[in-house]
């Protein structure tokens, strides 16, 4: 624990009494000259019998203001209470397919190895972001809530696996619905990173959900992963990685997969996002940061944290009061005595 917040203060203090202390000398010095110049000691004394002496407690209470006030700026600290901190921020949600399609080698070493290693720089370099993680195959669903907990979102990418829901196909209005509920209850624009190769098996709901992200303002930035040549899909390995046998259709015949732009591309256009087309981890995580600059944020809560408690308050109430006394300390004449007084009436 640190005892005092700002300890550069205490720094400040001592800079701020050795320069008061130096012209408290320089000016009793240069008093002093003026007083033998211009009436002697002895003619100075009899002119100011009359006055009260200067006291050096007057000149102690102007010190010690000074030595509270700059430790009340230091903000010493002890106790600990539990503070409920708010930040701005905007709101995204990240989709990505788990379908086996996403199993294809056509980026070593697989497309959703690619993507997680994509998604890992992204949500590091995300700090003023809210970010929530759906994995989608032919239905959709939340891996991890909207957060501001970056190793949760790391966890949960890492987590990722192809094949890892139980149903089968893809379907990309199903990311884009789920997402459009996530980010209703955020005000202003929001952002869906959806990651997939394209294919859709079922385009006929993909209008219905395009109108549901324009509802709720959300832009899609979508990445295309893959190639257009396409590849097969291993559907079993051995412990060393190599493929045993690839995916076959109902008919028996072995699936390619190729990355459909078209779709992605136009899912984008509708909802005024971007389509960014895979290359390497660091260029598309770049990418991506810069398209989300521009989105809306909103005030929220995040966890709760212990926190030191500022006693600030003790010494700023003893500065105040060493300069009451500073202030309001007698000057000027002294009483007279009780035979002067009388003598003075007498008169």
Known sequence: MGLFAKPIFLLYMIAALLFAGLAAWLGNKLKNRLI???????????????????????GALFFLTLVFLFIALAGPQWGTEVVAAQGTFAQTVIA???????????????????????????VSNLKDERVGIIAFTSQAYVQCPITTDEDALTYFITSL????????????AAPVSLAARMLAKYPGHKALILL??????S??????AKEA??????????????????TLIPARTDASGRVLEYKKDKDGKTVVSKLDEKTLLEL?????GVYISYTTPAQVAAKVEAAVKGLDRSVSRTAARAAYKNRYAFPLVLAMLCLAGYMLWPRGRKPAPASEEKELQKR
């Open 36 to 58: 033998h110049a211009l009436f002697g000691p002895e003619a100075y004394a009899k002119l100011t019998a009359s006055l009260r002496p200067i006291t050096r407690w007057r």
């Open 96 to 122: 990505v397919d788990v379908s086996a399609s996403m199993r294809a080698q056509d980026l070593k070493p697989d497309r959703l190895a690619n993507a997680q290693s994509m998604l890992r720089m992204l």
């Open 161 to 172: 696996k192809p094949d890892m829901l139980p149903v089968p196909g893809t379907s990309l």
């Open 196 to 201: 997939t190769d394209g294919e859709d098996h």
């Open 203 to 208: 385009p006929e709901e993909l209008n219905q």
């Open 213 to 230: 992200a324009l509802k709720n303002g959300i832009r899609i930035i979508a990445i295309g992963i893959g190639t257009k040549e396409g």
């Open 268 to 272: 984008a256009q509708a909802t005024g």
